[in-house]
């Protein structure tokens, strides 16, 4: 029994030092220590051993037993050190590799456009306002002396919810909302979405962007939205830039007008963008009709005031260059990584 005792030690020591995973040194362990392992067998057989023998044969056994696990103690030891240094050697970082560069986004045209107008409009001592773009019938029509029986509630021009509830047509319902809250004076500028039931083509598209300016105060006069917008018009596409006024018509605001200014691309002198002119339209303007401050509450006898709506996305188009609104909105990183 002795002989087969210094057998399993000396195979024990072999296979354990010769492990190398964690997994290896449990395996080795059940097949020398486990219920069905040969040390445990060994111990078994004492039973044919005499009286005299079997302390002596125990003590050698449990000797044996302390040993093995030691080795497994130690070469489990060693087995993680191993392991950690493997896996160092496997995830060193040589940081004299140049990095991969990942590329970097960029803001959509609209956005860009969108940041140097209200940085313009707030260094006019202009404030920032957004509204609902599911808006009451009530704001979006009738409160801008719209009546019911007007061609612009038609439902081939407008989407609605129901008999009072659109999504808005234009960014002006939020005129009389800070009309009725606000007393004057009032420096507003109101960008936002707005949807119409129009076909999608180069120039229009069911859903756009719009942004709506307002002033209302004492004195107010048509020169003060002229300066204003020819200020604002230069800062925009350059100190060059000229601007006339059209006589138009708009419900809420008499007198109206269409703004035009300078071609950016002949610079006045036409070419095919201009159709000749010289002009491109870039907005919607007037004096604040007197029923829709009235219906607001303010008194037309001190205050007067203007207002005007520009297409945000018209007015990128013509900064950028952009013949097709539908570039906008397509998400093709090949057209917006030139921005």
Same mark, same amino acid.
């Given at each position: 029994m002795k002989e087969k005792l210094k057998v399993i030690l000396e195979n024990a020591s072999k296979e354990i030092k010769a492990c190398r995973k964690p997994g290896e040194i449990e395996s080795s362990r059940v097949k020398y220590l486990g219920k069905k392992g040969e040390l445990t067998a060994l111990l078994r057989g004492m039973g044919s051993l005499s009286p005299d023998e079997r302390p002596i044969m125990g003590n050698l056994v449990n000797s044996a037993k302390e040993e093995i696990e030691a080795l497994l103690k130690a070469q489990k030891e060693r087995v993680m050190v191993f392991q950690k240094e493997r896996r160092l050697k496997e995830e060193e970082i040589d940081i004299t590799i140049p990095g991969i560069r990942f590329p970097r986004g960029k803001k959509h045209p609209l956005t860009k456009t969108l940041e140097e107008i209200k940085s313009i409009f707030l260094g006019l001592g202009f404030s920032m306002i957004e509204g609902p773009e599911v808006e009451l019938a009530y704001y979006n029509f009738t409160a801008l002396n719209i009546p019911e029986d007007h061609p612009a509630r038609d439902v081939q021009d407008t989407f609605y919810i129901n008999d009072d509830i659109v999504l808005r047509t234009h960014t002006s319902p939020d005129e009389p909302r800070v009309m009725e809250k606000t007393k004057p004076p009032i420096r507003v500028i109101i960008p936002g979405r707005v949807y119409r039931a129009d076909d999608v083509d180069a120039t229009h598209s069911p859903v756009f962007h719009q942004i709506e300016g307002l002033v209302v105060d004492e004195g107010i006069t048509l020169g003060d939205l002229k300066?204003?917008?020819? *200020?604002?018009?230069? +800062?925009?596409?350059? /100190? #060059?830039? /000229?601007t006339k006024f059209r006589p138009s018509h708009f419900p809420f605001t008499e007198p109206s007008a269409e703004i035009d200014a300078t071609c950016f691309v002949c610079n006045g002198k036409g070419c095919r963008v201009c159709k000749d002119t010289g002009w491109i339209e870039l907005s919607g303007a007037g004096m604040t #009709?007197? +029923?829709? *401050? /009235?219906?607001c509450g303010i008194d037309t006898s001190k205050y007067s005031g203007f207002a005007f709506g520009m297409g945000l996305d018209r007015l990128t188009m013509l900064k950028y260059g952009i013949e097709d609104m539908r570039l906008l909105f397509e998400n093709d990183i090949r057209f917006l990584s030139q921005f």
């Open positions: 300066g204003t917008f020819d *200020l604002f018009v230069k +800062k925009l596409y350059g /100190e #060059h830039m /000229e #009709h007197p +029923k829709v *401050l /009235e219906r």
